[in-house]
């Protein structure tokens, strides 16, 4: 199987919240990352439908890593796991 993709990949476990109008907050925490997007686990809450484009906050222990959330769009759903890609907003 070819791999396409286009960043490398760091595994991480970093604090995510997806927010949306329509669902409110959903908690999850990075499994990995890259500068395209993310892998999320999520337990315990409805997953968000492919296509959804969600406000995003990335959290360390201390505080938030981004001030201000940045569009993302969810690429896909495994399981209780979601693709995220950054979404220019284009």
Same mark, same amino acid.
Not at 33 to 44: F, H, K, M, Q
Not at 57 to 81: A, S, W, Y
């Given at each position: =199987?070819?791999?396409? !993709? #286009?960043?490398?990949?760091?595994?991480?476990? *970093? !604090?995510?919240?997806? $927010?949306?109008?329509? @669902?409110?907050? *959903?908690? /999850? @925490?990075? #499994?990995?990352?890259?500068? /395209?997007?993310?892998?999320?686990?999520?337990?315990? #809450? %409805?997953? %968000?439908?492919?296509? $959804?484009?969600? =406000?995003?906050? @990335?959290?360390?222990?201390?505080? %938030?890593?981004?001030?201000? %959330?940045?569009?993302?769009?969810? =690429?896909?759903?495994? !399981?209780?796991?979601?693709?995220? =890609? @950054?979404?220019?907003?284009?």
């Amino acid at each position: =199987m070819i791999d396409r !993709r #286009q960043y490398e990949r760091t595994s991480a476990s *970093i !604090r995510v919240e997806m $927010t949306h109008p329509s @669902f409110g907050t *959903i908690v /999850g @925490f990075t #499994q990995d990352i890259s500068d /395209g997007g993310a892998r999320v686990l999520i337990e315990n #809450q %409805p997953k %968000p439908p492919v296509g $959804t484009l969600v =406000m995003v906050r @990335f959290r360390k222990m201390v505080g %938030p890593i981004n001030d201000e %959330p940045v569009q993302m769009r969810v =690429m896909h759903q495994l !399981r209780n796991t979601v693709g995220l =890609m @950054f979404d220019s907003g284009s």
